[in-house]
């Protein structure tokens, strides 16, 4: 089963995030950011290794300030995992797929 990662934006980030009813991974990112470019397969890998628990998404940062500021985003990649519209836990920086494992099992 394969899983999409969505893509967040300030207009619909409540409803898509904040509103659902399970864990929502956000990964923070820019075009720009070297290290956002490297984990972004693992996003893909965590919404389909996750897909019953777990719903992922990245939010751009740069076009959506209002999210971003919101969150106290200063550095990116920033992952911030939400369950029922309240941030459960947060990692910035790049990330290597058994540290997300681990960042997820922790937490799910």
């Known amino acids: 089963m394969t899983a999409a ?7 619909a980030f ?6 659902s009813s399970g864990s929502v991974l956000v990964d923070f990112w820019a075009s ?3 290290p956002c470019r490297l984990i972004a397969p693992l996003m893909t890998w965590a919404a389909e290794t996750y897909v019953d628990r777990l719903s992922v998404g990245k ?3 740069d076009g959506n ?3 971003r500021d919101q969150y ?3 550095g990116i990649p920033t992952l911030i995992l939400f369950r029922e519209g309240k941030e459960l836990a947060r990692h ?5 797929m058994p540290q997300l494992k681990a ?4 937490h799910l």
């Open 5 to 11: 990662v969505a893509d967040f934006t300030d207009a």
């Open 14 to 19: 409540e409803r898509e995030v904040l509103q």
């Open 32 to 34: 720009w950011c070297g």
């Open 59 to 61: 939010l751009e940062v």
């Open 65 to 67: 300030p209002a999210t």
């Open 72 to 74: 106290q985003v200063q």
């Open 92 to 96: 910035e920086g790049a990330i290597a």
């Open 103 to 106: 960042f997820l099992d922790a």
